[in-house]
């Protein structure tokens, strides 16, 4: 079948997107913090025990970014001035609320993430997603303060009724579709809704886990990775967003080249360095042209 959830548009094609302050990129680092089932196969760096109920080997060890690493990237952030935009388990709020404390103290922005990085929607009947939605929406709610506006499906999945139930309980954006260096409207029939990019070549999970990469190759990544955007943002506006998980970036072999990193973005000229919800907003506000219409088109 053909893909109606968004239309075709070449990027040299759109009008110049303009960022505040004449900023050529907007920035924001999506901060994974996850819960998982301890007899459920999920990300791991050992597949041979993945299977396993207990998996000692790699539930303890995506185990250690919520009870070591994240406190560790919470430093870089303060140090560096940097707000997180948090993609978050709901289950994560009752498990671990001293995370959840931090967070609300630093103004964290607050995405929906599921209910844990062991359960994905897909296949599920619109029914089922609608109240898996609601209850994910509103656990994140009642423990921030804060309803999202955003949202990431673990792993990344959906169904193709996703974006649709997601504008219905109120969101504006999701992470969802890598597909651009721009947010872009998907097609929700009398809303506007729309991506904010996100990475997945570019994600510290595909990076460590899928290439074993080096923390000094990590730092490197970055640099060029915001260097070639800006360079783009000369015309038009672009994003870059930083997905990390402190299970892996913030392990004490790796921690130095991420904190390095974010020092090289922050004092970067022409970065604006926000959230992704404050890209959403933005966008919505500013660059999203007129009403969109039942067909998805401005």
Not at 59 to 74: A, F, K
Not at 76 to 98: C, E, F, I, M
Not at 152 to 164: D, H, M, S, V, Y
Not at 242 to 268: M, S, T, W
């Amino acid at each position: 079948m053909d893909n109606e959830l968004y239309s075709y548009s070449p990027i040299v094609d759109r009008p110049p997107l303009a960022w505040p302050d004449g900023a050529r990129v907007a920035f924001y680092i999506g901060l994974n913090i996850e819960h998982y089932l301890v007899d459920a196969p999920s990300t791991s760096i050992f597949p041979g025990t993945a299977g396993l109920a207990p998996d000692p080997l790699n539930y303890g060890w995506r185990d250690y970014g919520l009870r070591v690493g994240i406190w560790r990237m919470i430093e870089s952030l303060d140090r560096h001035g940097l707000r997180a935009s948090v993609l978050l388990n709901s289950d994560v709020t009752s498990r671990y609320p001293q995370i959840i404390e931090a967070g609300r103290q630093r103004d964290w922005a607050w995405l929906a993430h599921g209910k844990n990085n062991s359960t994905f929607q897909a296949g599920m009947s619109e029914d089922e997603e609608r109240a898996y939605l609601e209850d994910v929406v509103s656990t994140i709610e009642s423990a921030t303060g804060r309803r999202p506006k955003g949202w990431l499906g673990p792993a990344l999945t959906e169904t193709f009724n996703t974006p649709r139930l997601l504008a219905e309980l109120g969101l504006s954006y999701t992470l969802d579709w890598c597909a651009d260096d721009q947010p872009f409207p998907l097609n929700v029939p009398g809303k506007q809704f729309i991506n904010v990019p996100y990475a997945i070549d570019f994600n510290d999970v595909t990076l460590f886990v899928g290439k074993s990469l080096t923390g000094p190759d990590f730092y490197q990544i970055v640099v060029d990775q915001l260097d070639q955007l800006c360079a783009d943002g000369e015309s038009a506006g672009r994003v870059m967003a930083l997905p990390l998980h402190p299970f892996i970036i913030n392990q004490p072999f790796r921690h130095k080249y991420v904190d390095k990193a974010l020092e090289y973005i922050a004092g970067h000229e022409g970065v604006w360095c926000t959230t992704s919800d404050e890209i959403a907003d933005y966008y919505l506000q500013n660059c999203l042209p007129g009403e969109v219409a039942h067909d998805g088109s401005a």
